[in-house]
């Protein structure tokens, strides 16, 4: 999660959902999102910190940033399992109180959905990323079959799903939004998560680095 209002009854069924069956078949593609990354790592939208146990040991520094204040108090208690520094903040993706190009690398997981200016996001992950730094991502993304991408259009319109899912829209041509910011994507693929008449399909995996 990445908006900066408060869903109190969202994010506890997210945090439910993420912790249960749903981490297990996570926990391969978290494993594989950030791995052999090193050095500082900016997460944006930790959530409940469920992804702290992924990191590789190169990473020597996590800096961690989640709105939601429920989501961030668990996400501080994850912290303090982890072999290396975790520091957990509140912050949103469109304004990171970070200086220039002072991390390594940035990771979104299930983010990008839910920030209210996906352009003004990802400007900031390019702005405090150095010169080459990686961006990893796992997003869901606008259906290319017009059956369900009318169906998601019409949740996003109405306001329906942003209402139910805090602030997630789930239409969003979100790899589109990372090719035209100051990103280069190296590689992406759809991964297989949920059942497939959700609007939350297609989710893709995927690397790209600051131009």
């Not at 926990?27 to 990354?37: G, I, N, Q, W, Y």
């Not at 990893?136 to 306001?159: K, N, T, Y």
């Not at 992406?188 to 949920?194: C, E, M, N, T, Y």
Request: charged share 20%.
């Amino acid at each position: 999660m990445a908006a900066r209002a408060e869903h109190p009854v969202f994010a506890r069924f997210f945090h439910l959902l993420f912790s249960g069956p749903a981490q297990r078949q996570l926990a391969p593609v978290r494993s594989e999102l950030v791995a052999s990354l090193s050095g500082t790592v900016l997460e944006v939208g930790a959530g409940s910190g469920l992804s702290f146990q992924h990191y590789p040991p190169g990473v020597q520094e996590l800096i961690a940033f989640e709105p939601e204040p429920y989501l961030r108090a668990k996400a501080v208690r994850a912290s303090s399992d982890a072999s290396f520094p975790i520091t957990v903040r509140d912050g949103s993706a469109e304004s990171l109180p970070l200086e220039d190009d002072s991390v390594d690398a940035a990771v979104v997981s299930l983010v990008l959905c839910s920030v209210q200016d996906l352009d003004g996001a990802l400007s900031e992950l390019s702005r405090v990323l150095r010169p080459g730094g990686q961006l990893r991502f796992l997003e869901h993304v606008r259906s290319p079959g017009s059956r369900m991408q009318r169906a998601q259009l019409i949740l996003d319109r109405s306001g329906i799903w942003p209402t139910l899912a805090g602030g997630c829209h789930c239409s969003r041509e979100t790899v589109q939004a990372i090719q035209q910011a100051s990103f280069a994507i190296e590689q992406s693929r759809i991964v297989a998560l949920g059942p497939a008449w959700m609007p939350t399909n297609p989710v893709v995996i995927g690397r790209a680095h600051r131009r």
